[in-house]
């Protein structure tokens, strides 16, 4: 009897086999739904991780970082203007009366204030410019009184002459460091732009989880069908739907990255990069620093106490005057960096696709599970 009783299990076991119910489909199908539930929760982290901090740097961008430039700019023109005000103003005998005029302490306000907020947008190294600054406002203010009711303007000039130099000398002046400046804060644009989460290779944090979801989809679905002689499953079938459209959503096309760069060239057009002297020509003057040495040479000429002051003039073209920025424009930039950080309802449609996506592959494998009678 006992070789009857091993011919039955060994038939029963092959019919078990045949049918799919061995232990080895059982491993199967529990592995199987381990696998589709850790690699969808990876996607759902992951794709609402990345997105987040995505939407975080472009509004550092649009917040801190091309504000910041925008104010070193306008900074710069406004004390261009201020000089060139004050500088006419003595030019034109004014100062007698009115000292370095309206113009010129409306300029210096302006720049005050674009400075104050450069400091607040994180730019590094305003503190030290406010200094420069307050002493520039000094040397001016003692041209200023030497200057008034006195015809003559030679005390004014020396001091007037100490202020434009320390606005515009090539190494230490005002205008470099704020020139400076603006260059290191276009290079962390440029950073922001090229790196971290603004680089479309960052895709790929939840890229690569997500075709590895959709592998394992598609192949639980081929699993199911061949095993168990069956259509394919709704729930899993809803899933990959679901899926899919998590990835079209999530895609680089769709994220910021492209419009921000847009927007910072843009930005670039406002803030553009002085073109550096050919070797050997000297760096242009500006037009602002030419009219005050004009003005100061004209006063110390008939003292012949000039020094190298006309030297400074010397083989020296005018470089192009640079336009202050138009509040317009300036709104509309931080305009354009504002709609590349608007992704609409992408951060609550991310989370609910991979919700639905997690809650379809739980009760598309539980079924199966339970038709056949695994626990």
């Not at 609402?48 to 306008?74: I, M």
């Not at 003595?90 to 450069?118: C, H, I, T, V």
């Not at 096309?253 to 990069?273: F, I, M, N, S």
Request: aromatic share 8%; hydrophobic share 50%.
């Amino acid at each position: 009897m006992s070789w009857i009783r091993g011919f039955g299990q060994r038939v029963w076991q092959a019919t078990r086999t045949a049918v799919g119910f061995d232990d080895s489909t059982r491993r199967a199908m529990h592995g199987m739904r381990i696998t589709l539930v850790i690699l969808t929760l990876i996607v759902l982290v992951a794709t609402t991780w990345s997105t987040a901090l995505l939407r975080s740097t472009v509004d550092e961008v649009r917040t801190r970082t091309a504000p910041g430039l925008l104010d070193v700019t306008s900074a710069r023109a406004a004390l261009v203007t201020a000089d060139r005000a004050a500088v006419a103003s003595f030019d034109a005998g004014a100062a007698k009366w009115m000292g370095p005029g309206s113009e010129y302490q409306n300029a210096l306000a302006l720049a005050n204030q674009d400075l104050a907020r450069a400091a607040e947008n994180g730019v590094v190294g305003v503190q030290f410019l406010v200094g420069l600054l307050t002493a520039y406002s000094g040397w001016m203010s003692d041209a200023d009184a030497y200057s008034r009711g006195e015809d003559n303007l030679l005390p004014g000039a020396v001091n007037l002459w100490y202020a434009s130099r320390l606005l515009h000398d090539d190494g230490e002046g005002i205008l470099k460091h704020l020139d400076d400046l603006k260059a290191s804060q276009r290079a962390k644009l440029e950073r922001q732009l090229s790196t971290g989460w603004l680089n479309p290779v960052t895709a790929l944090v939840w890229v690569v989880p997500a075709l590895l979801l959709l592998a394992a989809l598609i192949r639980a679905q081929v699993f199911l069908a061949l095993r168990f002689r069956r259509r394919l499953s709704p729930w899993l079938v809803g899933a990959t739907a679901l899926l899919i459209a998590l990835m079209m959503a999530s895609a680089p096309w769709t994220q910021p990255g492209g419009d921000t760069r847009a927007a910072a060239e843009e930005l670039y057009k406002l803030v553009p990069v002085p073109q550096p002297p050919a070797p050997g020509e000297p760096k242009p003057i500006e037009p602002s620093e030419a009219d005050a040495l004009k003005w100061v040479s004209k006063q110390c000429a008939g003292a012949g106490q000039c020094g190298d002051t006309m030297a400074l003039l010397a083989n020296r073209t005018i470089a192009a005057e640079v336009k202050p920025i138009a509040p317009a424009d300036a709104t509309r930039v931080t305009a354009g960096f504002g709609q590349a950080g608007d992704v609409g309802w992408l951060p609550v449609v991310i989370p609910v696709l991979g919700t639905a996506v997690l809650l379809f592959v739980f009760l598309g494998l539980r079924r199966r599970i339970n038709e056949y009678g695994y626990s």
